[in-house]
T-cell receptor, first 115, second 115 residues
């Protein structure tokens, strides 16, 4: 199965620590998205890459958040100086740049708990 | 204000019953997707609709996109316990800007099918 993969699946960290998550998209998908989902809510858009270029960032993405996709393949999302409000499921999705590019395929997510 | 309103929020039914869940907005979407999500996992794409009035069938599931592309419904025939999960609708806004492919999600309908 060559779906979207995310690592780690779970992360528990103490307030103030930095964390980094990784996303490997479906092969040859040139668009990659990060979303955040809190309990009882649908996913909320954070940022979007086309190849290695970060083309859009949500206002939800504070200065403590940074995302990269250095070679246009995998992506990382780093949160610096974590706060309890950062506790959420972080979801990665990818889509092709061809027809039906609106179809986004999600990974299993990384569950972050900040204590 | 939630751009996509889903109803009902919770639904508990007996195996074999039929059900319909709704996704409504005052905004126009260029495409709309339905996902199913299980606890601790990422959303799984069920269907994409792009044309106003479009109806798609996937086994016991029937999806409809409103004529004005502002609303959608999901109907399940003869629900089974395996249908249990969180059903999310998500759309790409028409006026989201050139090159923007972010999805806007509803909060979801949590469905429980009791054997």
């Amino acid at each position: 199965d060559t779906g979207v993969s995310q690592n780690p699946r779970h992360k528990i960290t103490k307030r103030g620590q930095n964390v980094t998550f990784r996303c490997d998209p479906i092969s040859e998908h040139n668009r990659l998205y990060w979303y955040r989902q809190t309990l009882g809510q649908g996913p909320e858009f954070l940022t979007y890459f086309q190849n290695e270029a970060q083309l859009e960032k949500s206002r939800l993405l504070s200065d403590r958040f940074s995302a990269e996709r250095p070679k246009g393949s995998f992506s990382t999302l780093e949160i610096q100086r974590t706060e309890q409000g950062d506790s959420a499921m972080y979801l990665c999705a990818s889509s092709s740049g061809l027809a039906h590019s609106y179809e986004q395929y999600f990974g299993p997510g990384t569950r972050l708990t900040v204590t | 204000t939630q751009l996509l309103e889903q109803s009902p929020q919770f639904l508990s039914i007996q195996e074999g019953e039929n059900l319909t869940v709704y996704c409504n907005s005052s905004s126009v979407f260029s495409s709309l997707q339905w996902y199913r999500q299980e606890p601790g996992e990422g959303p799984v794409l069920l269907v994409t609709v792009v044309t106003g009035g479009e109806v798609k069938k996937l086994k016991r599931l029937t999806f409809q996109f409103g004529d004005a592309r502002k609303d959608s419904s999901l109907h399940i025939n003869a629900a089974q316990p395996g249908d249990t999960g969180l059903y999310l609708c998500a759309g790409e806004l028409v006026n989201s800007g050139a090159g923007s492919y972010q999805l806007t999600f509803g909060k979801g309908t949590k469905l429980s099918v009791i054997p």
